[in-house]
């Protein structure tokens, strides 16, 4: 298996992950003292994320040849995904925190004043925006990546796995732009798909030498069409 494959066969099981884990037992254990966290928060926040963010890690290794031949003028490349990196993780544990403390405090369907209305905004709408503003810096930033280093090791026969694996995640991608209670994750998925299509057609004739570009095309492509089919019929 290719080693792109190996890391987009990674990023399929931790999405899997994050939904198995999200229905588990982890949501009904208080942690002490004063019933702080659920497990579930803990786990997303130290295992679940951390998994989210060291796999694109290594894909920018793998696409940059182990940072081979690294120009000077990629530096700003490799800000943008470290300030992606930390908005991502920023806005994960603002969501996981105001998450617990409005599910377990309030009345989540008919809540009001300052602390339970900032907890709702918080949960959907702070950590939200820092997350996805985040998670679209460190796909930019790679998608940039490989648009310059060209891909010479992978193969068409390499194409099936990676096709799988954007069916996959582009559930992820279909669950977050259609069921969440706001429109955030749409507007991230709707920029995202733009974006990469942009640069997918650029380099559509040789779309095998840029397989994170076709992955990420098709993965956002299909979970942003499916969401926005069903917005509409709904």
């Known amino acids: 298996m290719h080693r792109l ?7 399929s099981l931790s999405v899997l992950l994050v939904t198995v884990e999200r ?14 966290l659920r497990l579930h928060e803990l786990v ?6 951390l998994l989210t963010v060291v796999i694109p890690t290594f894909l920018l290794k793998e696409i ?5 031949n690294f120009k000077q003028k990629e530096f700003l490349l490799l800000l943008t995904f470290i300030v992606g990196v930390y908005f991502y993780s920023t806005g994960n544990g603002i969501h996981e925190l105001a998450s617990f403390l409005f599910n377990h405090y309030c009345n989540i369907r008919e809540f009001s004043g ?9 949960d959907y709408y702070t950590g939200n925006i820092f997350y996805f503003i985040g998670g679209f810096m460190m796909v930019a930033s790679l998608l940039l990546f490989e648009k310059q280093r060209p891909n010479e090791t992978y193969k068409k026969n390499d194409l099936t796995i990676t096709i799988i694996n954007a069916f ?4 992820a991608i279909f669950a977050y732009a259609a069921f969440d209670r706001v429109l955030v994750g749409l507007v991230y998925s709707v920029i995202t798909t733009i974006f990469a299509l942009y640069l997918f057609f650029q380099i559509r004739t040789k779309y095998i030498q840029y397989p994170v570009i076709t992955y990420t ?18």
């Open 5 to 11: 494959n190996l890391l987009f066969t990674l990023s």
């Open 23 to 36: 229905f588990s037992f982890t949501g009904k254990i208080l942690l002490q003292p004063y019933n702080f």
């Open 44 to 49: 997303q926040m130290a295992i679940i994320i």
């Open 64 to 68: 940059t040849q182990n940072f081979k």
């Open 114 to 122: 300052n602390l339970c209305s900032g907890f709702f905004f918080n």
């Open 168 to 171: 996959v995640y582009a559930l």
């Open 217 to 234: 095309t098709l993965t956002y492509l299909l979970g942003t069409v499916a969401a926005l089919i069903l917005k509409l019929l709904r």
